[in-house]
Structure formats: structure tokens, C-alpha cells
């Protein structure tokens, strides 16, 4: 479709198969992330593939200096971001809030919370004067069902969903839609970061039960994005078949 769609986090699980998504569909993908190799090996995936020009840079979202710089280059280079994804987002630790580590509290907040903040106040303005555009945020079940453990990554994400409200009453005389995807379960690299590269704990989330794959998430932002410009997709909540809520996942033993 043509589109130039600003993806955050685009370097693993839901991020990187959204880029996919949208470059098999026609539009220009913009990524960032931390991993310099890892972007360049799939911008050149999809350069090849879809025989686009992904466009890749290297982003940490939770530094304010460098989400001001790479913003207005971005919007110099490319003239308009008709969808910006923010996806990056991470949960560290699973422990009782008494014992959590401050460090991984901060890092969660100024990534999920901080870093989606950042980045949006600098490209909205752009889609406020062109009276168009699309904010997607990636919320998660944990941010309306609160579990043990992750008091902090849940209020992090019921802040997305929040924060994605608040916008859209902020942007309601505009033609800007605003969106909050809510995944599930979702095998990815998510709970090797959250156990800080305990592959073996990782494996553990996703043992006994289908968990939903990136693909899937993917699939469902393209459906929102692709929606006509009278339609717009304020809250998505997508779970595996067999999970309920947010932690309540039947496991086949
Ligand atoms: P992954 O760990 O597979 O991917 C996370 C992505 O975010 C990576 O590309 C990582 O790249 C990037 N990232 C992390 N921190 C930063 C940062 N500071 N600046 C820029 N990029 C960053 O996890 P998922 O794909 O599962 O997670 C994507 C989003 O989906 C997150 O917001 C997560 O909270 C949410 N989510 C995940 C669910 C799940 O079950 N997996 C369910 C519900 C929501 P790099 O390390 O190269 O920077
Ligand atoms: C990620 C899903 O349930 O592991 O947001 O918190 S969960």
C-alpha cells in the first residue's frame, strides 16, 4: 500500500514479523531497535524478498536525546510516518513486588512507558499537521488482569492502554486513529529477557499450551492498519484458545 510504518522493537518476535507483514503488503517499513547486526540481517531479508528499502536504525527508546535525533531524520527522510508501532517493551524479573530489583523496575518503566512516550510525542505532531495517521500501541493482557509477580510490567502495560485513550481524546478532531493491541500468550524472545537468558525457565512459559506466535500478532496489526479511514480499531485483546485471562492458561500435562 505504500505506506511508511515505523516499527519499534522490530528486531525480534512480534516486531520483526509485523515488519514482514506490512513489507509483504506493499508498504515501506522503517525499524528500529538496539541490534545493529540483527536489523541489517532482516532489512536485508525483506529488501530481497519484497524487493523494497527497509529502512533500519539503531534505537534505543528509552534515551530522549537519540528518539528526538532519529525522529526528525526519520521525518526529513521520509517526509510522513503514516503508522507508527510501538512495540518495544519488555518485562524483567518475575518476582513479588517487596523483592523486585530497582534496576529492573526502572528499566521496564522507561522502556514500556518512557520509550513509547518519547517516541510518540515527537512523530504525532507531524500526523496532527498532516490530519492523518495511526498510533498502535502493544499493550498486553497484563495490563487488565494483574499476576503474581508482575505488579510492575502490569501497571506498565495498563498505562499503555491508558496512555493510547487519553491520546485519542487528545487527537479526536483529527483524522488519527488510535489503537491498543492486547496479545496473550506469545512464544518470542519475551521470557528469555524477562529471566534475563534462562533459556530453561523460558522454555517452561510455553510448555502444554499453544501459545499464539508472533505471526499471529502480526496478522492482526495488518488487519487494524488496513481498515478504512472511517473505520478505527480502538482495543484489541487477543489470547490463545486455551487461556482465559491473563495468567489463567490450561496446560495439557
Ligand atoms: P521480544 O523480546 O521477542 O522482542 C522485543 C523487541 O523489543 C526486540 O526487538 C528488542 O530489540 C526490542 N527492544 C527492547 N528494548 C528496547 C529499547 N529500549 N529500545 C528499542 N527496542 C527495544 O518480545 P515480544 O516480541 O514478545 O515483545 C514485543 C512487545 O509485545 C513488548 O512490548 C511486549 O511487552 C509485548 N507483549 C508480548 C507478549 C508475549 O507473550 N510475548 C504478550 C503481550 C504483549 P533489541 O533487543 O535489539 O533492542
Ligand atoms: C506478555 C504476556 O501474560 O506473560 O505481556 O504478561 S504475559
Redesign the pocket.
Known sequence: MNRNIFI?????????ETAYAFAKNGDNVIL????LD??KEIKADIDRKYGTNAYIFV????KYNDVVKFTKKILEDVKKVDVLIN?????LGLDKFQDYDIADIEQMI???VK?LLYVTRQILPSMVANDEGHIIN?????GIYAYAGAAV?CAT?SSVKVLSDGIRIDTIDKNIKVTTV????????????RFHGNMEQAKKVYEGVE??K?ED?ANTILYIANQPKHVQISDITIMATNQATGFNIYRKK
Open positions: 519499534t522493537g522490530a528486531t525480534s518476535g512480534i516486531g520483526k528500529c531497535a538496539r541490534n540483527k536489523l534505537l534505543d527508546v528509552t512495540n518495544a517493551g519488555l518485562a522507561n522502556t514500556n520509550g502493544i499493550g498486553s493482557t497484563a510490567y502495560k492486547q496479545p496473550g500468550i506469545v512464544e518470542t524472545n519475551f521470557s528469555n529477557v501459545a499464539l508472533p500478532i
